[in-house]
């Protein structure tokens, strides 16, 4: 292997406070493989899937040494399931055991009046692998596309106050400052702050209301506790960029998501860095210095938490515009062990020279 290649399978090392990668023999068990991960999103209906799959294990022919995994929509998982099973995958392509199935989400209470969710021992039993927890587009997004914006600031209106004044105030047990708080918003000179109050709200809660970091926390323990493997993710907005504060927020959002997982468990989780202002079409991927910069954050902040011999084994991937062209130098950065891709994993050849690490052949 020469010094331009990235290492396929290696050990991870720690010396002088910088962590290394050394390589190691194909095969041995003890070695960290790459994982390369699609997340197709909402994307593909279930032939289509299976289809793009069969085109990407073309182009990878007898790839044993990377792990590779696929996270379509629910309405895709059984059916590419069945697809890559591992018998087949051998005779057919000379891969098998390294294909994963990822769901893009998991609910976390295992049955009930959920309408719309899926639990994690409804995946698992279909033969989900991993799943994703944590993705970004549900952080954040679920504001603007479910109405909670707009239903608060609905509630911060003049008329529906008067109207839920009225009612609460026949209802008994009602808290004295309920009352009083609705009416002072309701009094003639606080009517511009009420007006102000219903914008500030709607337009924070359309950049921000999702899923907080206590219900992925449930999440990644429910996935857990079901045999799921979890890929937690965690990223910054442009804004805490910007005002330096990248390093609290992954802190925040990494010790809530895995507290409780114990540290026999850990080796279960990877964790996938998305910064958000790298994701998505027209964005560019972070710089390798920043990427480096935050792996080995993340890789010390797991150290304090599980030890150096853990920390040293959690894969932790990078995601946000990975494309051919890119991926070789990032997995040349010590901390980064794979990639997790959006868009550039519905296009086989894309995907396929990603899993090469952006060789051609
Ligand atoms: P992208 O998406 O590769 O299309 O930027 C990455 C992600 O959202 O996981």
Redesign the pocket.
């Known amino acids: 292997m020469n010094n331009e290649t990235p290492y396929r399978n290696y050990y991870r090392q720690r010396t002088a406070n910088q962590w290394r990668k050394i390589p190691a023999e194909i095969g041995d068990p003890s070695a960290i493989r790459p994982f390369l991960a699609g997340?197709w999103?909402m994307n593909l209906i279930p032939r289509a899937g299976v289809a793009l799959a069969a085109r990407i294990f073309d182009f990878c022919h007898d790839i044993k040494d990377v792990d590779m995994g696929f996270a379509p929509p629910f309405t895709g998982l059984s059916t590419l399931a069945d697809y890559i099973e591992p018998d087949f995958l051998r005779r057919e392509y000379g891969i098998g055991r390294n294909v994963f199935l990822l769901a893009q989400d998991t609910f976390f209470e295992s049955k009930g009046a959920f309408t719309g969710e899926i639990s994690a021992d409804m995946l698992a039993a279909i033969g989900v692998d991993r799943v994703i927890v944590g993705?970004?587009?549900r952080r954040a997004n679920l504001g603007k596309y479910f109405g909670f914006s707009s239903s608060v600031a609905r509630r911060l209106s003049k008329e529906f106050l008067t109207h839920t004044l009225a009612r609460l105030k026949q209802r008994e047990n009602i808290e004295p400052q309920v009352l009083a708080t609705i009416e002072h918003l309701l009094h003639e000179k606080n009517h511009e702050v009420l007006k102000g109050l219903a914008t500030f709200l709607e337009n924070e809660l359309n950049e921000r209301a999702g899923e907080s970091d206590d219900a992925i926390q449930r999440k990644v323990q429910a996935a857990l506790r079901n045999g799921l493997q979890v890929i937690l993710c965690c990223g910054e907005n442009r804004e805490a960029r910007d005002a330096h504060e990248t390093f609290k927020l992954l802190d925040r959002q990494l010790r809530i998501g895995l507290e409780g997982v114990a540290r026999p468990t850990m080796p279960e989780v990877i964790i996938a860095y998305?910064p958000i202002w790298?994701?998505?079409?027209g964005?560019k991927p972070a710089p390798l210095e920043q990427i480096a910069e935050v792996h080995d954050f993340i890789r010390n902040l797991l150290m304090d938490l599980y030890g150096e011999q853990i920390a040293a084994r959690v894969r932790i991937l990078y995601?946000?515009?990975?494309k051919p062209d890119n991926i070789g130098d990032m997995m040349k950065l010590a901390g980064v062990d794979g990639a997790?891709?959006?868009?550039?994993?519905l296009n086989a050849t894309d995907f396929a020279k990603i899993i090469r690490f952006g060789l051609s052949d």
């Open positions: 997340n999103k993705h970004s587009d998305e790298a994701i998505g079409e964005a995601g946000g515009n990975v997790l891709v959006g868009s550039a994993s």
